[in-house]
């Protein structure tokens, strides 16, 4: 007796111009872990593109015709996924910020967004209770500077969960899950298939779509990472 409105409504804010791909893999993904309902934030010139790519998914177009410049309402979301293909420039930074400041539920926070928060570090702590950053070894060393070894940056990991209130999912050949208590997870099978562009919009979305569901913050970066 399930229906859509059973399993969660997410909002997707990816892609500017030349990086569509990064919002339909995202999407896509999305869908396929089980979402009942999605919206992606599209620039004007890629909303044909993802509504050819992924039909299922409705989109909210953004007045910029290149790139995320307004944030918009979010009061209808279960989770926010934020950053594949994003671009960094000043408007839509400022756009991050105001989505940070008026949403009230989980952010999945990728790609351009965490190296937009790297440069205004003082935006981390607005985040939303339950959120979840998920950098790579470089995002990671912009957000709290360069690591000598996997282990030292495992411990920076949990020290920023910690201090943040956030979940870190450290991405690598070893990609380490860190709970904002300081729990970790480490998934041991990472494989030289994984190291292609776009897999990290898949993994945003994958989690997004968890989180949106209600499935446990931890639990729902644990079980996209695997």
Known sequence: YAHKGCFGRALLVAGSQGMAGASVLAARTAMRSGLGLLTVRVPICNN?????????????????????????DTAVYTAIGVGPGLGR???TAAALHTLIKNSKVPMVVDADALNILAQNPSWIDELPSGSVLTPHPGEFA?????SCSGYE?????????????VCVVLKGGY?????????????TIGNAGMATGGSGDVLAGIIASFVAQKVDVFKSAIAGVN
């Open 89 to 91: 420039n000043e408007v």
């Open 175 to 187: 990609t380490a899950v860190v709970n904002s208590d300081g729990e970790f997870c480490i998934n």
């Open 142 to 146: 912009r957000l709290v500077g360069a």
């Open 153 to 165: 940056a495992l411990m920076r990991a949990r020290e920023f969960a910690v201090e943040h209130n």
């Open 48 to 72: 044909e593109i993802v509504q050819s790519c992924v039909p299922e998914a409705m989109t909210s177009i953004d007045s910029s015709e290149v790139c995320f410049s307004v944030a918009p």
